[in-house]
């Protein structure tokens, strides 16, 4: 018997309406879906699709193009971040969407400099999921140093946990390995593959690329998930 449901991230650039994927997703055998927020996008109808098909809207992936912006001070630079995952909460709470995965850094410029982050905006952040009953899973990307903080510095928040991406551990972080450091508090996976070229985050179906699935396999099954 799983113990996780398995399901399909979902993107809102097809050329067909997302509500449409949604569709195809439940006809080919999928349990569950992920979808993106985004400002223009009809949420609530994706919602409706995939429970008009069975389907669990397991998670909900926030905008990530501002997530560096979320470490700033400067109003005119955090204020816009903090909006989209604010709002992409809200859209959480309002549809019962339990988990928002969070990107914690975007880019190649990066210097974790503890002296000049601002952390608040991130305090704010799992607070208001707090009030909401709504989980942060914060998603691994190129860099280690502002997820690491993200985990450590909640890890006491029931509300918090990790987001293992292993598809982005190969081919942004090759030779680091997050799981025997986050597994204890793993909330959700992306599962794809990639050549393992560094930056190629190809998002292949599994067994179309280099990632070794068999580690992927030992990691999940040593872990409580």
């Known amino acids: 018997m799983w113990k996780q449901k398995i399901g399909i991230s979902l993107g809102n650039g097809y050329p067909i309406p997302t ?3 949604v569709k195809l997703v439940g006809q080919i055998g999928f349990d569950a879906v992920s979808p993106e927020w985004q400002e223009h996008v009809d949420l609530e109808e ?6 008009a098909c069975g389907l669990f809207v397991q998670s ?22 903090k909006a989209e995952l604010l709002a992409s909460l809200n859209a959480c709470k309002a549809f ?3 988990v928002l995965v969070v990107h914690t850094w975007i880019g190649f410029e990066y210097r974790f400099d503890p002296q000049a982050l601002d952390f608040s905006n991130f305090d704010e952040l799992v607070k208001t999921a707090r009030e909401y ?6 998603e691994n990307q190129r860099k280690i140093a502002n ?4 985990l450590e510095t909640f890890a006491d928040a029931e509300n918090v946990g990790f987001c293992w991406d292993c598809g982005h551990e190969y081919c942004f972080t090759p030779g680091r390995e997050y799981m025997p450091l986050f597994a204890n508090q793993l909330i959700c996976t992306h599962i794809h593959d990639n050549t393992c070229v560094y930056n190629s985050d190809d998002h292949m179906i599994p ?7 068999g580690r992927v396999a030992e990691h999940i099954r040593k872990s409580d998930f």
Not at 133 to 138: L, P, Q, R, S, T
């Open 96 to 98: 019962g969407i339990p």
């Open 133 to 138: 009953g709504v989980k942060i899973a914060f």
């Open 19 to 21: 509500a449409e994927v």
């Open 46 to 51: 994706i919602v409706n699709t995939a429970k």
């Open 60 to 81: 909900l992936h926030a905008p990530f193009g501002k997530a560096a912006d979320m470490w700033r001070s400067e109003p005119e630079i955090c204020t816009p971040a």
């Open 207 to 213: 067994f179309d690329g280099n990632v070794d699935f």
């Open 147 to 150: 997820l690491s903080w993200a």
